[in-house]
């Protein structure tokens, strides 16, 4: 069974650029999450998706973050414009679904701006 | 949980032996679990083990335990009989309806 597919693993643009990260979840799984993990931190959560809802944003910068899960499977979360601090890793996970359930992640996207 | 600490932000242990990684937790549910995920270099995230709250009974998965302690709020994660491939970054979480909190991880290393 394929795990959890994000690309770019790695993504390096100037200031000001926009950029976007894809993520396909397990099949089956109807719960998608972005994290977001600084250096030296644990994973924070930016935004959970139910099927194509997103149930829970409330910690997604909106002004300049956003993202969107057509037909409740893959998702794209965008960043425009970027700043230096928005360098950092992009975590996606999903799960099966029910409030306790493992999540399973991918393996990051890492981000650099300069 | 609304927080989750790890004082340790690097531990290492020889081959073989046997290494505890400590975490503390705030939460005012009374209904929550508590995770341990190993993230190892620029690999994917994994979960080790989960505990929930309502049990008494410390989880277990082959080398990997934990002692929880509810009244203390102390969630700590041993590992016997370490291995070269545990080295990794491990991070505590707790949580419930979906909302995981991280705490910032501890490194560990294991010495052949």
């Known amino acids: 069974e394929a795990g959890v597919v994000q690309s770019p693993r790695y993504k390096i643009i100037e200031k000001k650029q926009p950029v976007a990260f894809w993520c396909n979840p397990i099949s089956g799984h109807n719960t998608l999450y972005w994290y977001l993990q600084n250096l030296g931190q644990g994973p924070e959560l930016l935004i959970r998706y139910e099927n194509e809802e997103a149930v829970d944003d409330s910690q997604l910068p909106k002004d300049r973050f956003s993202a969107e899960r057509l037909k409740g499977v893959d998702s794209t979360l965008k960043i425009q414009p970027a700043e230096l601090g928005d360098s950092a890793v992009y975590l996606c996970?999903?799960?099966?679904?029910?409030?306790?359930?493992?999540?399973?992640f991918g393996e990051g996207s890492r981000l650099t701006v300069l | 949980a609304q927080t989750v600490t790890q004082s340790q932000p690097e531990m290492s242990v020889q081959e073989a032996e046997t290494v505890t990684l400590s975490c503390t937790y705030d939460?005012?549910?009374?209904?929550?679990?508590l995770f341990w995920y190993k993230q190892p270099p620029s690999r994917q995230m994994i979960l080790v083990i989960r505990?929930?709250?309502?049990?008494?009974q410390n989880a277990t998965e082959n080398r990997f335990s934990v002692n929880f302690q509810k009244a203390a709020k102390s969630f700590s994660l041993k590992i016997s009989d370490s291995q070269l491939g545990d080295a990794a970054m491990y991070f505590c979480?707790?949580?419930?309806?979906?909302?995981?909190?991280f705490g910032k991880g501890t490194l560990l290393t294991v010495n052949p």
């Open positions: 996970a999903s799960s099966f679904g029910g409030r306790t359930g493992e999540l399973f």
């Open positions: 979480a707790g949580g419930s309806n979906y909302k995981l909190t």
């Open positions: 505990q929930e709250a309502y049990k008494q």
């Open positions: 939460t005012s549910e009374s209904d929550y679990y």
